[in-house]
């Protein structure tokens, strides 16, 4: 398997959970998509530096609606505070989803932390976060029981319906999203480092 397709997802054609039905998603497949995922984003930040770990873009499009403090809505991401935001995403996914397919009841709201992305500021952190969510989102999978509790679902929003494969690949799915960013980052980073 390689990479998943999310496009059916963004038109509104499928659902996360549709997708996953669709495709048979397995747990094997959540480690392999895993593996490629973190692998992707190594490869996208292969040829960085510390600059360009802190280098801040243009971004006229920058809105991050849930900024805590007003300054930041508007604030371009560095490609620390991605690599912080994607990983802390996608391993509160990995633990919900755990959570659902040991048959546990969702309580609502979030099980996330994200590393304080201005502490981020060299490229060696950025690898390293990156397999630091690897190694967690493998060892969340170690958790789901034999079979998973695949009956068990619960709905974050209203018209999105989860259950444990679903919840953890739309963690895939946020990464996914943000490897255009990470890719534009990285060039802008490269083309200054050029010019100066």
């Not at 500021?121 to 493998?138: K, P």
Request: include cysteine; proline fraction near 4%; hydrophobic fraction near 40%.
């Amino acid at each position: 398997m390689n990479m998943l397709d999310f496009t059916p997802v963004r038109n509104r054609q499928l659902s996360v959970k549709e997708l996953v039905e669709r495709e048979k998603i397995s747990v094997a497949d959540l480690r392999m998509l895993t593996n490629e995922m973190i692998d992707a984003m190594r490869a996208l930040i292969a040829e960085c530096d510390d600059a360009a770990v802190t280098f801040v873009p243009s971004d006229p499009n920058a809105n991050d609606s849930y900024a805590e403090k007003a300054e930041d809505v508007d604030l371009a991401w560095t490609l620390g505070h991605v690599i912080v935001h994607t990983t802390a995403s996608a391993e509160e996914a990995a633990f919900l989803a755990a959570e659902v397919a040991r048959g546990v009841a969702w309580r609502g709201g979030r099980a996330r932390y994200e590393v304080s992305w201005q502490t981020v500021t060299t490229i060696q952190q950025c690898r390293e976060r990156l397999e630091e969510s690897r190694r967690m989102r493998l060892a969340s999978l170690e958790m789901w029981p034999q079979p998973p509790h695949l009956e068990n679902t619960y709905e974050p929003r209203p018209g999105i319906t989860h259950n444990c494969l679903s919840r953890f690949v739309a963690g895939l799915m946020h990464d996914d999203s943000h490897l255009g960013q990470i890719e534009k980052i990285v060039a802008q980073a490269r083309a200054a480092r050029v010019t100066i």
